[in-house]
Nanobody
Framework: QVQLQESGPGLVKPSQTLSLTCTVS??????????WNWIRQPPGKGLEWIGY???????DYSPSLKSRTSISRDTSKNQFILQLSSVTPEDTGVYYC??????????????????WGQGTQVTVSS
């Protein structure tokens, strides 16, 4: 059974870079034919897709966040990593990693992502 777990700092200062790690257990991110996504939910708002990294390392990002986003992976640790630069308080929210079978570019329904991490709260504040 595949499980995802987010980790990273809960508090980031404005203008700094937010860095979160998703550790995958129960299967390899380089052999399973899935897309490994980052999704967030600002307070009082819906789920927002940030981007994904695919089996062979290709990436895709939300156009609204593309200039500030990088998703990479550490295959030796079976992890994928989100970096979001130049953060502002508007980047505050719960950040999730999630798996999808298709290269989705929006969260139209949560069921399209079959495995989710529990989420981690990130607050951007000085």
């Amino acid at each position: 059974q595949v499980q995802l777990q987010e980790s990273g700092p809960g508090l980031v200062k404005p203008s700094q870079t937010l860095s979160l790690t998703c550790t995958v257990s129960g299967g390899s991110i380089t052999t399973m034919s899935y897309y490994w996504n980052w999704i967030r939910q600002p307070p009082g708002k819906g789920l927002e897709w940030i981007g994904y990294i695919a089996k062979f390392g290709s990436t895709d990002y939300s156009p609204s966040l593309k200039s500030r986003t990088s998703i990479s992976r550490d295959t030796s640790k079976n992890q994928f990593i989100l970096q979001l630069s130049s953060v502002t308080p508007e980047d505050t929210g719960v950040y999730y990693c999630a798996r999808s079978r298709l290269p989705l570019r929006a969260v139209t329904t949560q069921a399209n992502f079959d495995v989710w991490g529990q989420g981690t709260q990130v607050t951007v504040s000085s």
